[in-house]
């Protein structure tokens, strides 16, 4: 249930992202989801791609920091509600959220949305319990 | 253990007035004997008499590794050449070298030192200590050596080089002490493990390494690959050699032999003296060298002066392991900042690899410093958080030690460049006109 995630430190700098992205664009490892968080004087770039080892692997190899997180890959209804169904459940469930991030309209449902917690177990029981779907890696990596 | 308890542990007050004997006569045999001391004490009208009490040091002018080559080669020698019976010599690298000479008595002097040293750094007369440092012109060998032999250990004068061979003799001769610089140390380690040789099978169990800068990682690193207990021995020749000050076991700074060696650490821009604790440049006048007096020699070495007794018992001054040279100095609001501080204030803190840059520029009127560390994997999570508390951190801990606020920035591996090993440190890009 759980899927991982790259991080890559990025010196807040021009051509930084598209060092990255050129990286992965010409050994073929195809993005699914990113987010980037940023400070004045740097950023952490936050991917889900196929295949994670791979890009793990290729980053570091060209001088990177990179790290693999476990994160979960949640799915929800894309209507008014749906995220603020999973995130009461979560307070509820006492699990605390570092960041989230949305994909963009694909998956059965409709919405995926990543969550990296601090208890990863507890709330995929939290969600399970309650019927919410946490996609596989499988699923997440080949949406 | 002490090799001279009388004088290791002299009282304060007896050893000022030893100290101030000594002075006087030092600056008496300087005055007569060399004409550049005379010509700098005439040209601030100061007599060897106006030297009343140790506080008067401050008033005797300043001596330089140029004054040296200046004088170069004999010229600063305070005996004729008949009373001379040894003469060491640096390697002339940055320039002319500087030349050095020992009477009889300065070479008992000096043996009487490296044996304390010696002892201080854990060696017995039931010791066998391989002597790694070079024999030659370079004053570590034989100064070592003459201690060695003054202490009755046993001594093997291996010189430094030919690894392999070293580690078959402190395998077959049973030597249980090794003496050379900390980066050959390193090496024979190194070395060792190529050759499947196991340092428990060795009866090797103390070091004493000097002769250039080492971190305190490095000692753990080298006690921990030769399995022995390593300590920190410094010395010049322009004051004497090895033997000048060493560390004891509590391996928390170097006691200087301070009925031989007065020493002073100033600020080296207004060369006035710092408070004790305070980073600065050594400067050691000699009290009993016949050959070759030296008064307030600039040494060019980083430390401070630690303000404290030493549980060991002895009673002379200790300072800092040297962390630099004032060559590396910047000044920054008119603060001296050593790269090296950076560096120690980097490996404290740990999880990262210090790979680090200082960067000085001016905004409108106020200098700032920049510090850059290369972020590395051990640092490196998703979270923002935790980058941003070690920058917190690490610009907290650089402020309390510099003593100027600090904008650190965490920068991408590799970035800091790497020019044949040795990386720039300071980019200095304030201009002044």
């Known amino acids: 249930m759980k899927i991982k995630q790259i991080s890559v430190f990025l010196e807040n700098k021009s051509g930084r992202l598209a060092a990255v992205t050129r990286l992965l664009a010409k050994n073929d490892i195809n993005i699914r989801a990113l987010s980037i968080a940023d400070t004045s004087d740097f950023g952490i770039l936050r991917l889900i791609v196929k295949s994670p080892e791979r890009a793990y692997k290729v980053l570091k190899e060209s001088g990177f920091t990179v790290s693999l997180t476990e994160v979960i890959g949640v799915e929800m209804p894309d209507r008014p509600g749906g995220l603020s169904d999973v995130m009461t459940l979560l307070e509820e469930a006492g699990i605390n959220i570092e960041y989230l991030y949305a994909f963009i309209g694909k998956g059965d449902k409709g919405a995926t949305v990543i969550f990296r917690v601090e208890q990863l177990d507890e709330a995929i029981k939290a969600l399970d319990t309650n019927g919410i779907t946490v996609l596989n890696g499988e699923k997440i990596y080949n949406l | ?433």
Request: with cysteine.
């Open chain 2, 1 to 433: 253990m002490y090799w001279n308890e009388k004088y290791e542990c002299i009282e304060e007050a007896e050893l000022k007035e030893l100290q101030l004997e000594r002075l006087k006569t030092t600056v008496k045999r300087a005055f007569y004997n060399v004409p550049f001391y005379r010509k700098t004490f005439q040209e601030i009208g100061l007599e060897p008499s106006d030297i009343k009490d140790l506080n008067d040091l401050q008033r005797l002018p300043f001596t330089s590794k140029k004054d040296l080559r200046d004088n170069y080669p004999f010229g600063m020698f305070a005996v004729p050449m008949s009373e001379i019976v040894r003469i060491h010599s640096s390697s002339g690298t940055t320039g002319k070298p500087t030349v050095v000479g020992y009477t009889r008595h300065d070479i008992e002097v000096w043996s009487e030192l490296m044996a304390r040293a010696l002892v201080c750094g854990g060696a017995t007369r039931h010791d066998i200590i391989q002597n790694a440092y070079g024999y030659g012109l370079f004053t570590g060998g034989l100064g070592v050596h003459y201690g060695c032999e003054r202490l009755g250990a046993s001594v093997i004068p291996i010189s430094g080089g030919n690894t392999k061979r070293q580690i078959m003799i402190m395998k077959d001769y049973k030597s249980t002490v090794l003496t050379c610089t900390p980066s050959y140390a390193l090496h024979i380690a190194e070395t060792m493990d190529d050759m499947g040789v196991d340092p428990e099978e060795l009866e090797l169990h103390h070091g004493i390494f000097g002769a250039e800068p080492w971190s305190e990682n490095m000692r753990q690193e080298i006690e921990r690959r030769l399995n022995i207990s390593a300590v920190d021995i410094y010395g010049l020749s322009e004051v004497i050699g090895p033997g000048v000050g060493i560390e004891c076991q509590e391996k928390d700074g170097l006691h200087i032999f301070s009925d031989h060696f007065l020493i002073e650490v100033i600020d080296p821009v207004t060369e006035k003296p710092v408070e004790p604790g305070q980073m600065g440049e050594l400067v050691i006048t000699s009290l009993t060298k016949e050959a070759l007096p030296i008064i307030r020699y600039r040494t060019r070495d980083i430390t401070s002066i630690i303000p404290k007794k030493c549980p060991c018992g002895r009673t002379h001054v200790k300072v800092q392991r040297f962390t630099g040279r004032t060559d590396d100095m910047i000044i920054i609001r008119g603060v001296n900042v050593f790269p090296s501080q950076v560096e120690s204030v980097l490996l404290e803190m740990g999880g990262v690899e210090p790979h680090y840059r200082l960067i000085v520029d001016r905004k409108g009127t106020l200098d700032t410093l920049e510090v850059q560390v290369e972020v590395s994997e051990k640092l490196f999570s998703d979270k923002v958080r935790g980058l941003e508390e070690f920058e917190r951190r690490l610009a907290h801990e650089l402020e309390s030690t510099l003593a100027i606020s600090v904008k650190v920035t965490l920068v991408e591996p590799r970035t800091i460049e790497r020019s044949e090993g040795k990386a720039v440190r300071v980019i200095d890009k304030r201009k002044f006109s």
